[in-house]
């Protein structure tokens, strides 16, 4: 008998029917995007975003279940759709990488399809909302009857449907704000990056202390007629003490004597002083083309001018290392007056409240004199629900390593 | 440094190049085999002593900057080949895998890396090194997985078929997509430390997602038993989209305001 080619839309549908479904889907969501101006998608607050959730979850989860040999659901759970998803998904992805992504961007038709804004707008939402029920759906399928076999299967999928899920339901629920405290004072006013108008936090934040801790101050040669820094020939980035030397094209640099914090003496010689008040000074000796001269350079810092040398067109200069910590000393303190201290630095959150506190900057023109200390305090009541669907989705793929590791032997 | 870098780039490049020719060689010799692969092995070796002295003299990992990771997928994407050969008597990928590491070597030697021994404060993490060397592995696999992918295309249109060669590309892929995915989340655990959020659409994840979103797309379409020959296309080309993610973002108009770039220009 002679095969005869499945007609379009045709039962049981298959690849064709996923891809005009996916292009018309994000189709859709590009006009519905022009129609409204390119106007964002804004996702209720809590309870409204969990209920929402939980009535989009209790739909896929039971037409999984009630309708399971329907051929159309069978097919809006399969992998033909999931896979084109998959691409949309990817293809959003690939216009949010390559667009900036800047929500102050200028009109034009590019800000009217929201691409400066993509993973928040229309097209984004469609997708995700298809690709969340095709994913639920096979899901529901896997997880009914429950089989130990479909083990990893269950764990990735359903953790990567929690994570996808809360972290976007949850978003409006994220609280980000920046708090701007100087040494001695408290503060308990927030600021969201998008506005001007403080927000009042739950706690307040007194700064005993803000202290930066820099690297090495480096040597340059200065080019005034480019504002160009050139490197030194070993391109190296140099350790500064006694004995280090540098040397560009017919220069030659010796450090004689480093002193990492001092202040200019009566002759104005550098004499050592307090780290708070000192900054790095440096004698050199400078050969060009066989002649010597000697003399100190320095940083300087906002209360010092830095000292350096002319050679010819061009200067020699150190300047400050960058920075290597900074850390700000607090007092959390709560309404109901309990107190906690706490050491803030990069990379090192301190919990209080329900809220995580950030060290996020400082006064960068003062650098390590900074007063000032910039903190973001960040509240994300759904970080649970998102991290367990991370764990699970280590989990799920902990087992595909071994499987497929176990099932290597190759038939040739 | 007292071991340059040029040094131990060209000494592992002669040692590729020496290696790929006693193997080439060996197809008659047969006793020229062994010594062929001890010195390829050596080049790699040659490279892993460079990390390793470079590593104390920086005083932290060589992980930072790309030139850095550079030097880490040159020393390991030969043992890849070299190891594929061992477990599925599959002997081309080595040629390949070297080819791609003197590639490496050499944008290290046209582009001299700074020798620079800071780390800001973001990168001063517990999460640093598991959040690159998993990427990293990822990424040698990957490539791995796409230069058989490639062959498999070329037997192809030489109307060859390379079924062991298909299934070696296939595990290649399934291993790196699980690096790709520890990758991606250690990254997202690290952000919520480093940065306060797990996820902010900055470049790098946009092409870290799009690169896993393009990996996971091979697995269902390979699930869905899509024609394994459109297969190996497919493969070869999510690589490219690996490559931009590793060192095109950085190029690109979004990247502006990334992250993710740790080069002072």
Known sequence: ?412 | MSFDFNTAAVTAMACWAAGTLFHALSRKTAALKLPGTAISLAGSAVILVFIAVYWTALDRPPLRTLGETRLWYAALIPLVGFLVEYRWKIDWLKYYCMGLAAFFLGINLRIPDVFDKTLMPALQSPWFIPHVVVYLVGYVLLAASSVTALHNVTLRLRSKDNAAGKTVAHYLAILGFVLLTFGLIFGALWAKEAWGHYWTWDPKETWALLSWLAYLGYLHAFRHRIDSDKLQWYLALSFLVLLVCWFGVNYLPSASNSVHSYTQG
């Open chain 1, 1 to 412: 008998m002679e095969a005869v080619p499945r007609q379009w839309f045709q039962s049981p549908w298959n690849f064709r029917e996923a891809i005009i479904f996916t292009v018309l889907a994000l189709l859709a969501g590009f006009v519905l995007q022009y129609a409204v101006s390119g106007a964002g998608i804004v996702i209720p607050e809590w309870p409204f975003n969990v209920m929402l959730l939980a009535l989009f979850a209790a739909v896929v989860f039971g037409l999984g279940i009630a309708f399971r040999k329907n051929p159309a659901l069978s097919w809006f759970g399969d992998i033909p759709l999931g896979l084109c998803l998959i691409l949309a998904l990817a293809a959003l992805s690939l216009i949010g990488g390559i667009v900036p992504q800047d929500p102050s961007a200028q009109q034009s038709m590019l800000t009217r399809l929201r691409l400066n804004q993509i993973f928040s707008g229309w097209p984004f939402a469609v997708i995700i909302i298809l690709f969340l029920a095709n994913l639920g759906l096979a899901l529901v399928w896997k997880l009914i009857p429950f089989s130990m076999k479909n083990l990893q299967f269950i764990l990735f999928h359903a953790g990567f449907w929690i994570a996808l899920s809360c972290g976007i339901f949850g978003s409006s629920d994220l609280q980000r704000l920046v708090i701007f405290i100087e040494e001695g004072k408290a503060n308990h006013l927030g600021y969201r990056m998008d506005s001007d108008t403080p927000v009042s936090l739950p706690f307040s934040v007194f700064l005993h202390d803000f202290s930066l801790e820099e690297y090495s101050p480096q040597l340059f040669l200065y080019d005034p007629s480019s504002d160009r820094l050139i490197m030194d020939r070993s391109q190296a980035v140099l350790d500064m003490r006694k004995g280090t030397s540098a040397s560009w094209k017919g220069v030659d640099v010796l450090v004689l004597e480093y002193l990492p914090s001092a202040l200019p003496g009566h002759d104005g010689t550098p004499l050592p002083a307090d780290r708070s008040k000192g900054i790095p000074f440096a004698k050199v000796r400078i050969t060009i083309h066989g002649k010597q001269q000697e003399t100190w350079i320095s940083t300087g810092s906002p209360f010092l001018r830095p000292d350096d040398a002319q050679l010819g067109s061009l200067y020699l200069v150190m300047v400050p290392g960058t920075p290597k910590l900074f850390r700000s000393a607090v007092t959390l303190q709560d309404n109901t007056g309990r107190t906690e201290m706490a050491n803030l630095q990069v990379n090192k959150p301190v919990g209080f409240g329900g809220w995580k506190l950030y060290q996020m900057g400082y006064d960068e023109k003062n650098g390590r004199w900074s007063r000032l200390s910039i903190i973001e305090a960040i509240r994300d009541p759904w970080l649970p629900a998102v991290y367990v669907g991370f764990f699970m989705l280590m989990a799920g793929n902990i087992l595909f390593f071994w499987n497929g590791i176990k099932r290597t032997e190759v038939t040739s």
